[in-house]
């Protein structure tokens, strides 16, 4: 039950790419000896400089709204004086004023020879204006904001990079998209965060509210600093969304101008190297991984949304890290040091040699690989549903099964489908996603997929996990992957208008499950299960979620009138077959690479540096980000 791997023949493609590399390096400095860092090449040593922090600043857009910023500068060690510059310029363009703790500048950088910059966004915390939600205005501010570091600021050499993790790493994001051509921008570190991410998985998911959008809805305004103008956008963005107005459609105009993967194009435009930094449990793994590839494909010259080639050269000033940890976890400040003193400073950390500039954690086997890109098959391996709850490798005999709008643990709640143990195992490398052929007794159905690896003592462990909201399940197709089969791999839901269902007509609804690097170890099971709610412990009726994640949590006003009542047939069979389809591969077929704890672990959440004592997790990172053998 496994497929052809892209691997053999992206062999042809690391010629290319080395080339490339040759071609495009800039005059990299020296580096240091083997260290722990990634690479091996590098380390931040001890700090070089104390700092001096200045906080209440004002720094003027052009259309003269005024921004609250804060500075740390490095000091001298022995004097405690501003030491001599003049200095690179990292700056965070921050939303946020508390989370765990007070949002305040980071002056870790001010200690390796940076000036640390913290600029809040327009409309939140002390900044006037009125929230702009990363459109093209926010965007335009952080084109300010580049400028006013590399020239206002005292004591900047005019070289600046731009940092954020979740809200704020997608605004950096945004902000490189506007930079232009020629910017003092450097680099960017865009953790915990991607593109297109609010729209279709963090806030709307499949066309309707998640778990994290409630989260949002209740403590936004608070996180933000309970400005006017952050409490009025809260208010608003969930009237509007629970009204069906236009943000409530994840490819509405509202979300159309607001950090989409389109912006991957302009940031290429802009030669703005970018770390994008996240984990296969954050609330943004879907957007990131569109980014990544989005920037691999601009940077070759391909359409954003495309599948990787198998021989397609890759560009190392983009990179991601896709860890084995939740939203805002796993995150070290050594290597967001590492990012900028390659491509802001120009020295050699080795980390820009790499012609594998995908480095990722397998979950199910607890290895890092490093790989160029998804896809990773050729094509896709079917799991066809049958009656009786089987997943099986050929077409099963027609047949059907009920499945009714209510809670997991009601009648007909929920419907289950396993394979038989895997004997040899499998990896599941990439896109995936289930095709449903059903029918509803009203004009629209809400399907939740969930993908499940099962030992043999019969404890499940989540894999993935998608949904289908009925009304909008239209694909477009120039967007949706297909594998060499046709079958559609990664649907792209348009998410743009409803088209009701005819109740009793047999409809097929794609479901994107999100990506995954994934190893099934040998006599393990998977399992397949269709739900249509999200059980009340994790999504209150009224209250805020317990987590801050991504499953659909309750419906639209529009949608109440639809959804609620529904009772749905799912058909299996040659004329109506329904399936998972999984980017299957024989168990370990990548090779791993070294990975140690990582040494300047960073909590985002509590704005300090992770502290086990304090019940802290120090999750391990590659150490080697080399061509995989």
Known sequence: MTNRSIRDILCAGLVATMALLAAGEPDFATAQDETSYPGGTWEPGPPRSGFEVETGLRVTMDDAVELEASIAWPTDLKTGERADGPFPVVVEHMPYVRLGAPVEVNTYF????????????????RSGGDVQFLSSRDGLDGRNIVDWAAKDVEGSDGRVALIGCSWPGVTAMNDAAFVGPGSPLRAVVGACSGLGNMQRQSWIGAGMPTQSFWSFDARGAALTGNSEAGIHFFQEMTRSVMAGE???FGGGEYWSVRA?????????????????????????????????????????????????????????????????????????LGIYLQWLETWVRGVDTGIQNTATPMHVYEMGTDR????????????????????????????????KATLAYALPDDENGKLRFETPPLAEGATLSGSMSAIMHAHSSNTNLVMIARLYDVDAAGEATLISRGAVLGSQRELDMVRSWTDAEGTVTWPWPTLSRDAYLTPGEVYRFDIALAPRQWGVRPGHRLRLELTTQTPLDVCPATEMPPVNDTDPCRLTETQEETVPGGVYTVLFGPETPSALNLPQLAFMTFSDVPAGPAPTPWSESFRRMSDPSQGDTIH???????IAN
């Open 620 to 626: 391990t990172i590659p150490l080697d980000w080399g």
């Open 110 to 125: 001010a200690q390796y020879g940076y000036i640390s910059a913290q600029v809040r966004v327009r409309g939140l915390g």
């Open 246 to 248: 236009d943000p409530a």
């Open 260 to 332: 989409p993967t389109e912006h991957a194009v302009r940031i290429i435009q802009n030669d703005v190297p970018v770390l994008l930094y996240a984990g296969w449990g954050d609330v943004v793994e879907t957007g990131t991984v569109r980014a990544y590839l989005g920037l691999q494909n601009a940077a070759a010259g391909r359409p954003v949304f495309a599948q990787m080639e198998p021989d397609q050269p890759v560009d190392p000033r983009y990179q991601l890290i896709m860890g084995g940890w939740r939203h805002a976890q796993g995150l070290d």
């Open 368 to 399: 890092w690989l490093n790989l160029t890109g998804f896809p990773q098959v050729v094509d896709h391996t079917q799991w066809w549903l049958g009656p009786g709850g089987v997943l099986t490798s050929h077409v099963q005999k027609p047949g």
